[in-house]
């Protein structure tokens, strides 16, 4: 390992998560020829120097690239602040391949997917039925689970706190969907256009949050109806945005843990880890517990956040 010191000390930040020690040492070995041929360390290279490199190594690599990358431009970062010789940005300035269909299919924050449900929805304030769509994504965003959301009645709606309460627990309430969760509580009927104009049908009885004018049965209509606004979009016209519930659900619980590291809380996903595995049985390998492969889907998981964390230029 090329200036093993001053890697070293780096690394000393991570020694409570050695998956990442191990990940970034792995790194630093094989940056270590270039490095020997330039004689410098790689956090003094400008990107027109590491780009070539960088795609060498990184385009055959897949399983954890993305964590390797980002410890790099930590490192980089690192040096940077620590006032070495010679440090520069230019690890951080490096185009990362195979990120497109990140950006195509996640959300960076809950502008990004009111803009992206704009794509493909009519506008809250029209009050037509894709208010129950736009509704089930924000849940989706929300980390509330898509086969309970027919459980939430309007009550759970909290709007002086900001949250959706479901089961026992709270989620957040983003201020982007605040209007279509108004709306969906508020509203006893919804607009539609029929024979050249509007008209208003009433919505089932209850207080279903969810409720059209149709009764809702299953959540997997509610996945189904979003899938169509998809793809009736994309026929009228080409869209370079798509959305789907677990990439929304995804989106939601990346912009959390982002959010939880900007506070000083390290990103961990464990209790959707817990969640997901809850009355699951797994086929094991021989020589492997149920609590080993919950770390390997917990470790896929965060490797998952740090790609969306590239996509969008957050590392």
């Known amino acids: 390992m090329f200036n093993e010191s001053q890697k070293s000390a780096f690394l000393k930040q991570y020694i409570s998560r050695m998956y990442l020690v191990r990940t970034a040492i792995a790194a630093f070995e094989v940056f270590a020829p270039y490095e020997n041929a330039w004689g410098a360390d790689l956090c003094t290279k400008s990107a027109e120097e590491l ?19 980002m410890l790099l431009r930590e490192y980089t970062r690192w040096c940077m602040e620590q006032g070495f010789n010679g440090a520069c940005d230019g690890m951080l300035q490096v185009q990362i391949p195979g990120l497109e269909e990140v950006r195509y299919r996640y959300e960076s924050d809950p502008a990004d997917l009111h803009a992206c449900l704009n794509l493909f929805l009519k506008d809250e304030a029209a009050e037509m039925s894709d208010l129950i769509t736009r509704g089930f994504c ?17 009550d759970c709606v909290d709007f002086s706190e900001m949250k959706i309460w479901f089961r026992g627990q709270s989620f957040p309430m983003y201020r982007e969907s605040l209007l279509t969760f108004m709306q969906l509580v508020r509203l006893q009927d919804f607009r539609f256009f029929y024979m050249g104009h509007y008209i208003r049908r009433k919505r089932t009885g209850g207080n279903m949050l969810f409720r059209g004018i149709r009764e809702l049965k299953e959540p997997k209509q509610l996945v189904a109806r979003l899938r169509q606004e998809v793809v ?11 959305i789907a519930p677990q990439w929304i659900s995804d989106s939601g619980m990346f912009y959390r843990a ?4 900007l506070r000083g809380i390290p ?20 020589f492997e517990s ?5 770390k390997k889907i917990e470790r896929w998981k965060y490797e998952k956040y740090i790609e969306w964390k590239l996509a969008f230029n957050l590392v």
């Open 51 to 69: 780009q070539a490199p960088f795609n060498e190594v990184f385009s055959s690599r897949t399983k954890g690239r993305y964590v390797s990358v």
């Open 232 to 242: 009736a979009v994309n026929k009228e016209r080409e869209v370079d945005r798509t």
């Open 258 to 261: 982002y959010q939880d590291e």
């Open 290 to 294: 149920k609590e080993q492969r919950l």
């Open 267 to 286: 990103a961990t996903f464990t209790d959707w880890v817990t969640a997901e595995s809850a009355g699951r049985e797994y086929v094991l390998d021989q």
């Open 138 to 154: 924000w849940t989706c965003y929300s980390g509330i689970p898509v086969d309970g959301v027919l459980d939430l009645t309007t």
